[in-house]
């Protein structure tokens, strides 16, 4: 056999190790990817409900804690899950919260919604979540930030 039929062979086996190490890779990694989405899949399949982690998880993320839903940190009030279901589906709490607006102004943000943003019908519900707003998360006639008081103030030295 001559040298470079030896060194066409050696690539050809570090080529098939390479192959293999990087099919264990991909299966690894799908692995991961599954026990991730779905940890349930791996559990001890003995006939009990392996998923009962999962479903108690969902219903923490609606657990009201000093009277604020933790998930979103909204107030919890009259209201609150219309707001949660209709209006963090597309975007966050926070983002809600941070505009204070008066009836009117949310009334015509929410058509602006439905006109630009494919937003849906909130039918009766737009109610609930405008009053909701207007009601716990009202204009705050407030500029940048408040004034400064009790300051002591110093000279500069040069």
């Not at 293999?20 to 990694?29: N, T």
């Not at 026990?35 to 923490?60: R, S």
């Not at 505009?99 to 943003?117: D, F, H, L, P, V």
Request: proline share 1%.
């Amino acid at each position: 056999m001559s040298q470079n039929e030896d060194f066409h062979k050696g690539i050809k086996k570090i080529y098939h190790q390479l192959m293999l190490l990087f099919s264990l890779f991909i299966i690894a990694g799908a692995l991961l990817v599954l026990y991730v989405v779905n940890p349930g899949f791996f559990a001890n399949k003995t006939g009990v409900n392996t998923y009962v982690a999962t479903e108690t998880i969902e219903l923490d993320e609606d657990r009201i804690e000093n009277g604020i839903h933790v998930r979103t940190g909204l107030i919890d009030a009259e209201g609150l899950m219309t707001v949660v279901n209709n209006c963090t589906n597309c975007h966050s709490a926070k983002l809600v919260t941070q505009n204070r607006m008066s009836k009117e102004r949310w009334n015509a943000t929410i058509r602006w919604m439905q006109e630009t943003q494919n937003l849906w019908d909130l039918g009766k519900n737009q109610d609930i979540i405008v009053n909701y707003l207007v009601t716990n998360y009202p204009i705050e006639e407030v500029g940048r930030r408040a004034n400064l008081i009790n300051i002591d103030w110093y000279e500069l030295e040069d």
